[in-house]
C-alpha cells in the first residue's frame, strides 16, 4: 500500500504544481488582508468536486476583520467509511507584504528547474498544497478507511492568528473530541518535525518628558534622552543576562536557544509627517518616546518574571533620573508550547519521514510562534506539529521559492502518516 500510495503522489506531480500555482496567483496579503474569500472559495470548490464537505467561516470582530477586509476560513472534512479518529491539516492562506529585491514575478508561480517562486511559495501555500495532494492521493487508494480527514486554510497567521486558527479554536474546531490529531505543514524542510515554539511577549515601553522650545531644552525634559538611558541599561544589563539564558529545547538556528529581545520600532518627539510634505520640523523638545520590544522567551521561564525584568530595569533607569516617569502596556503574549515526541502524530510523522526518506526524523522547535499556539491553549489539542516542505529561512523574503521535490516528499510523508492513523482495510 505504501508504494502505490507514493506512486500516486508521484502521478500528481503535475497537479500539485498546478494546485500551488494557483494559490500564489491569488494574492492574499496580509496586512490588510486581500482576496482571503477568493482563496477559501478556490480551495472550497477544489475540495468540494473531490467528494469534501466546505464551509467558509468569516471570524467577525476580530483583529483587522472589517467589510472590506473579512477575515475569512474554510474548513473541508471528508468522512471515512468506519468510526476513527481525525486528522487535520491546517495551513494559513495569508502571505507577508512583498518587500523590495524581487528579480520575478511575486504572484506568477514561475517555475525553475526544480522550484517553484512566488510570495507565499514557501510560507506555506506550498506546504497547504501538498496536504491536499496527500490526503487526494490517499483517498483514491485507500477509500476504505475509518475516521475523517479535514483540511483548512486559515487567515492571519502572519498577523497572529487571531482572524484564522484562535477563531476556529474558540469555536471548538480544534476540540480532541472533534479532531485528535494536527499537521501544520509550516517549512521547516522534509526531515524535520517541528514540536512547538518560544513563547512571546510584546509590549510598549514609553517615557514622558516636558515639551519646550529646542533652542532652551533645558526649560523642558527629553523622553528622547529618557529612552536613551533605557536602551542604554538594556545593552549593559539586559542583553547579557538574556544571552545567558539557555532552553533544553531544540530550537533552531542555534542562537534562539538563547532568550531574546529585539526593539521593532522606536519613535520619539512631533508625528512624522505625510508623504510630499518639504516643510521643516518645529524646534520642540520631545515629550513623549515609545518602543516596542518583542521578547522571545523559553519553556523553562514564567512569564511573570520576563515582564518583571523590565520592570525592573525602569526602576533602575528612574533612581539615576529624578524627573524619569514610564509606562509599561502590554500589547500580547503567547506561552511556549512543546508537544511530547511520543505522542501519536510525532511518532506517526517520525516513521513516515523514515519510510519515505530512509533517514531518521529531526526535532526542532520554531524561534518564533506559529498557530500551534491556538491550538494547544485554546483548543486544548496537545497531539499537534508543524511538519512541511520548505527552508525557513526563505520565508519573507524575495524570490521565495519551494522545491518541487520537497513537496512531493512531504505530501508522501503525509500520506503515510494517514494510513498509520486511520486504519485503511
Request: net charge negative.
Amino acid at each position: 500500500m505504501d508504494d502505490r500510495l507514493k506512486s500516486e503522489i508521484e502521478h500528481r506531480r503535475d497537479a500539485l504544481i498546478a494546485l500551488t500555482q494557483a494559490l500564489i496567483a491569488i494574492p492574499t496579503l496580509n496586512p490588510p488582508g486581500r482576496n482571503y474569500l477568493e482563496i477559501c472559495e478556490y480551495l472550497a470548490d477544489h475540495l468540494g468536486a473531490r467528494g469534501f464537505t466546505t464551509e467558509l467561516i468569516r471570524a467577525k470582530g476580530t483583529p483587522g476583520d472589517s467589510e472590506r477586509y473579512p477575515r475569512w476560513n474554510m474548513i473541508a472534512r471528508i468522512e471515512g467509511t468506519r468510526p476513527g479518529e481525525c486528522v487535520h491539516f491546517n495551513a494559513h492562506h495569508d502571505v507577508v507584504e512583498l518587500g523590495h529585491g524581487w528579480t520575478r514575478d511575486p504572484f506568477g508561480g514561475e517555475i525553475e528547474g526544480d522550484r517553484i517562486y512566488g510570495r507565499g511559495a514557501c510560507d506555506m501555500k506550498g506546504g497547504l498544497a501538498a496536504s491536499v495532494i496527500a490526503a487526494e492521493a490517499f483517498l483514491a487508494i485507500c477509500p476504505d478507511f475509518a475516521g475523517s480527514i479535514e483540511i483548512s486554510a486559515t487567515a492571519d497567521e502572519e498577523t497572529g492568528g487571531y482572524g484564522g486558527v484562535a477563531y476556529l479554536a474558540e469555536q471548538g474546531r480544534f476540540d480532541p473530541d472533534r479532531v485528535q490529531h494536527v499537521i501544520i505543514p509550516e517549512p521547516l524542510h522534509k526531515d524535520q518535525i517541528c514540536l512547538g515554539h518560544r513563547g512571546v511577549w510584546w509590549a510598549e515601553i514609553e517615557t514622558h518628558g516636558r515639551i519646550a522650545h529646542g533652542s532652551m531644552p533645558f526649560l523642558g525634559d527629553s523622553a528622547i534622552r529618557h529612552m536613551g538611558a533605557v536602551l542604554a541599561e538594556m545593552e549593559e544589563t539586559l542583553f547579557p543576562l538574556l544571552l545567558n539564558k539557555r532552553t533544553e529545547m531544540p530550537v533552531i538556528p542555534e542562537g534562539a536557544r538563547a532568550s531574546t529581545l529585539n526593539i521593532n520600532s522606536i519613535h520619539g518627539g512631533e508625528p512624522e509627517q505625510e508623504e510630499g510634505f518639504t516643510g521643516l520640523p518645529a524646534p520642540c523638545v520631545a515629550d513623549r518616546c515609545r518602543i516596542v520590544i518583542d521578547r522571545r522567551f523559553l519553556i523553562e521561564e514564567d512569564i511573570g518574571a520576563v515582564k518583571s525584568e523590565i520592570s525592573a530595569l525602569m526602576e533602575r533607569v528612574k533612581e539615576r533620573r529624578p524627573s524619569f516617569t514610564y509606562e509599561i502596556r502590554d500589547l500580547f503574549e503567547v506561552q511556549p508550547s512543546m508537544t511530547d515526541r511520543e505522542a501519536p502524530i510525532v511518532r506517526s510523522t517520525a516513521a513516515a519521514i523514515e519510510a519515505v526518506l530512509g533517514r531518521e526524523a529531526s526535532y526542532v522547535v520554531s524561534p518564533g510562534t506559529y498557530d500551534q499556539k491556538h491550538i494547544d491553549r485554546i483548543g486544548r489539542l496537545k497531539n499537534c506539529i508543524a511538519y512541511g516542505p520548505g527552508l525557513l529561512e526563505l520565508a519573507h523574503q524575495p524570490d521565495e521559492w519551494v522545491g518541487i521535490a520537497d513537496m512531493l516528499d512531504s505530501a508522501k510523508v503525509m500520506a503515510l502518516v494517514l494510513v498509520e492513523l486511520l486504519d485503511p482495510a
